[in-house]
């Protein structure tokens, strides 16, 4: 199965006191290449990812600068859900499997799914979202 990834991202920054997007390299295949990547989440209605599928992991699918940079195993899955207010007065939720990350806890998961920053995992997923964690590593939640 194809996972594709975005090489750029219009990413916010505060300048003069405005929010502006800027574009922003990921590096998310670098990062995989590099073991620092070691899950992507995402929407998965169908229940298309399973444990034992083939991962290959892309950049321009659907496109005609499709490249194929690395393969590896989906070595399992996990629920995920990130929702925003409402808990205790907090800013967000990060939940895996129905339990609520700590804040120590979203930072690892954010830097482990390439990010450089809870800020921005939290700017990626700026609204409430429900998907898998899909792994390629051991790590789990």
């Not at 998961?109 to 939290?122: E, K, P, Q, S, T």
Request: positive net charge; hydrophobic residues 35%; glycine residues 8%.
């Amino acid at each position: 199965m194809i996972l594709n990834f975005k090489e750029k991202w219009m990413a916010p920054e505060i300048f003069h006191g405005v929010i502006v997007r800027r574009e922003k390299d990921t590096r998310f295949i670098e990062k995989i290449c590099d073991g620092i990547k070691k899950h992507s989440i995402r929407i998965d209605k169908k229940g298309r990812w399973k444990s034992g599928s083939v991962i290959h992991m892309a950049t321009g699918g659907r496109t005609g600068r499709y490249k194929c940079h690395a393969i590896r195993k989906c070595t399992g899955t996990q629920s995920v859900s990130i929702k925003y207010g409402g808990f205790a007065n907090a800013q967000y939720s990060v939940y895996v499997d129905n339990r609520r990350l700590t804040e120590s806890e979203v930072e690892q998961l954010a830097y482990n799914d390439g990010f450089d920053d809870v800020r921005d995992f939290l700017n990626w997923f700026k609204d409430d979202f429900h998907g898998k964690i899909i792994h390629w590593t051991r790590l789990r939640y």
